[in-house]
């Protein structure tokens, strides 16, 4: 055995010249990515490959090293320091980390690695004084685009009743469901001039970001089960695009149903025909900032929680969060989107404002109160009036 | 089987892998390289073969009790997830009354005893339920995976938080120790050596290891003998999961830090494997576990380098045990 | 058809099992192949039946090499073997383990037809098997037929049969040797391998005679029965002694017994061995004498009676009470439950007579091993894997692991399969313990056997005892009426 074993690694030696280098000849600045999910996922981790391929086509001398499928049910016993190192050792000065899953993961990678920059995406660690010097947090203000979502949402219910597939419970899932929640509720009660009693609005969560068979309850079951009890609405709040396809299928069925994806600006050609929209992230901007910093040294730690470009919400350049409309969106509901994106925009509308309550009646915000950056970002609850879980069973 | 035997295998698994590469598209030169520098590129490439290294080789250990019987202990993988829950466990509510050393110390205990309490359980079902251990093997460890997945949404879930990717972090007193720089556990290697070297001199060297021999052998002749199948297939199993439990505590306290749904990291299979592999001898088990750890840890650079899917490892641990299989069937038919 | 067997070689790793082996088997003749046990007969056989290769040499058909490495492809070349157990699909019903033995059959579609086929055969050799009965309930002389007449439809023109005399009736033996004669004079091969003298004389054209893995003789018909004992040993053993002690106090007590196994069960046994008695147990093959042995050694449990060892209450003990108060057994299928295959001799030692070491005291092991193989002249080192004995030798290691003082010997068919040598000397070392006082009680399927040895003989019929009496008060043919059933 033992000869065995030296046979093997003389074998494998003797190929070691033909070595072929990752970090080539001439000087680059190389960063790297690891993606939670499927770089081709049409969701969440497709907008960041994407947004990080744009960055290297756009700034010269800039390589990207990217690695799909970080999460121990696709890749067991990998760790995140683990990767981090991979892409350290492979000439990486700064690395981004796609999902809140590898929170504690790419901390511990920074400390180990005071050298090199860290970004992670949707993290509190710069606010709660956890992270060292050398991580930065990014995110975008999503709830813009799902107050929207909710809107186009409301508009269009034909039975009032909208669903929310939800990812895990955590307080940004939280506010992102409360906008939508918003945007619905603004949409029903103030342009349509509806019963407040007659909308309903249900969340449902699968326990991770996206479906891992046998661990997580199955998005596509979650998605049939609100089209099969009356809601003709879903908004999607997880990383792939199973309510949407669902959605298309039901319509194949002749159900009149809808679907508003998430996270990636094309989400809707999974099924053109039943998409109302999606809100989207556009990561590039805060690429850019972060990769600029880290490349010229003038790098400083930050918490940044980027705007919409109310100009142009969809400027791939410029706005962070963007809202695409979809095929099936009627033409009147797509004014109405339009005014309500113009008062967003001019300050003029404002849907954080009290009175606001938690879903155990006690007061989120009170009567003419305006919410926070750190009261939005910190969600403790559902809103009154939200009907779904508020935290695990 | 022989040095040539093993010589015809290696090769065997290369040429088809190598076909394999080239179907895809794939240098093959190249993928072999970056598998290798991927696991020997630096200190911290090899520290983290170790890391996959150490957990095989344990688990293996424990398995090389049952197989000597003649067990297919498949219920391994939930034994390694018992373990992880009992050092979760004992981390969790003592955080804040005893001293980390001792916590940690109390927490293998604990693992070891959640490792063996399922193994214990589906010795127990063959016994008196004559349900065979392939069976209650699976099906505990669907039971193990279900009571991480309620634990870690249920009663350990993190604050204010409902998410299937694990529970809290441990304070960082609460990991196991690994000196700056190693990124391996000096202490887990010598563990994992100590443990083979004991599993070896107990099979090779007690009349127990004998007897677990002779089951294997020929279970009906047990009662000619006065040997007692029930209970040698209890301790066998017990230390099988152990062994298991050890490893579950290892996954926790050394690797993540926490308790996550795919704690056990499929080393349960791996080894499996392993032991099949080293025809539950135990002196090729070092062995085949460093290289089935070179090629796990090694074949990430696969997607990053070259794009392709590192579930290629797999492919090549399958081929080896098949074509080693094929061989030794075609030296007993010659 | 012609056969002839050219320098046929076997390694079994070190052991060289067939030694240059040359035979010629012509058509129209029963061939006898004689020989002490280990003197290869079984190898060769089952090299020339394709159930395992040869190492070299060559086999040729009319002149022509051929070659072949399962039965089913012997079975195309027209040979065929019947198994001393034989092999077939004890679950199935006679006919359907008939058609299924027949290769190359187009297709399942007339049940009629075969079972027209299996008529004819039967009529021809005198047989009688009911075609709708399921195997299991065949005997082992009815199990044979079924054999011979699956080879005789599958095309055999060559039939090998190993040991076909043990464990049939007297009746089922002579139709046997009708059958044989029968398919010789067709023009078949017939080749008998038996160790019994008496049956090959009587039976066989040519005998060759194998000793040591090589041809020690070849010997035609008028044969000399002295000239033949002296090709198979160098000496002709002496007839065994009965022990004559005078039989001490009851030692085994059971007292109206029933337990379930087997064909038929256990049904209200009662039963008490002395000490210094040497007790046969007769009855056809599954009238119950096997599962007695069992129940007796703790092996099965009764559902109902109690069995007592002296004063002391042993049911429901379990076997490893039972071994440890001196109760020992040796199963009949030394391979299957006897010993463990994959086990060398001296880790069997181990097992037997080291029971209170943790750590195996290898040097110590080694001797007694040593000691052993002299003593029981085993062919074969102490590190020889079990499995790779002969019969007679697993027999002699199974004996030489008997304990110091057993209090209780019980043995399922001791000499089955054993050629004279063997079985004598077997005989004459389980007498010795007699004069210490151990109790020996055996089943065997040969009343010579039991009238040889033996101090009382207990006849079963389906699973009760019908006859208990001392040798000397009974005769051989109230015997036989007792094994058959009639009162």
Redesign the interface.
Known sequence: MCKIMSLFLTLVFAFFPLNFSAHAAKKEFIFGLLLVGPYNDHGWSQAHYEAAKAVEKELEGVKLLYIDKVNPADRPGVTIPQLVDELVSKGAKFIIANSDDMKDGIREAAEQHPDVYFLHISGDDVLTGKAPKNLSNLMGKMEYGKMMAGFVAAMTTKTGKIGYLGPLVNDETRRLAVSSYLGAKYAWEKVLKRDPKKLIFQVSWIGFWFNIPGVTADPTQVTQNFFNSGFDVVISGIDTTEALVVAGQKRKEGKNVWAIPYDYKDACNEAPEACLGVPYFNWKPGYIHFVKSAMNGNWRQEWLWLEPDWHDINNPDTSSVGFTPGPALKPEVKKALAEFQKKLGDGSLNLFVGPLYYQDGSVFLSKGEQATDTKIWYMKQLLKGMIGPSSAK | MKITDWVIVILAVFSVTTVVLFLVGAPPIDAYMLIFKGAFGSWRHFAQVLNVWIPLVICSCGLLFTFNMGLWNIGVEGQIMLGAVGSTFVIKACSSVFSPSLILVVAGICAILGGALWAVAAGFLKIRGNVHEIFSGLGLNFVAQALILWLIFGPWKRPGIASMSGTEPFPKSLWFPVPAGWRVSPFMIGLAVVLLLATAKVLQATRWGLVLKALGSNVKAAGVYGISVNRNLFFAMLCAGAFAGLVGFFQTTVIYHRLIPAISSNYGYLSLLVVMLAQYNWKPVPFIALLFAILQVGSIQLPLMLRIDSSLSGVIQGLLVLTAIGVMYARRRS | MDVELKHIHKYFGPVHANKDISIKLSSGTIHGILGENGAGKSTLMKILAGYI?CSSGQILINGIPVKY?TPTEALKYRIGMLYQDPLDFPALKVLENFVLGIPDIPFLNSQKSFKKMFHDLCRQFGFSIDPESSVRRLTLGERQQLEIIRLVAAGASLIILDEPTTGISVAQKETLFRALRFLADEGRIIVVVSHKLEDVMSLCDVVTVLGQGEVVGEVVQPFDPNELLRLMFKEIPAPVPRCTLKCGHPLLWMDRVSAPGGRCGLKECSFTVKEGEIVGLAGLEGSGQNLFLRVA???VEPTRGEIYLGKEKLTHK???V???KGIC???TDR?????????TVS?HF???K??D????PWDKVEQVSVNNIIKFSIKGDSNSKVSTLSGGNQQRLLLSLLPQNPKLILLENPIRGLDVESSSWIWSYLQSFCLKGTAIVFSSSDLDEIFGVAHRIVVFFDGKIVLDSPLEEVSLEEVHQAIAGVT
């Not at chain 3, 391979?335 to 086990?343: C, H, K, S």
């Not at chain 3, 070491?357 to 195996?360: T, V």
């Open positions: 290769p490495s050694s703790g092996l379990g076997r490893q039972f071994k440890n057994f040796i199963p391979l299957a439950e006897g010993l463990f295959p994959d086990l880790e181990v097992l037997t080291f029971d070491s943790f750590f195996i």
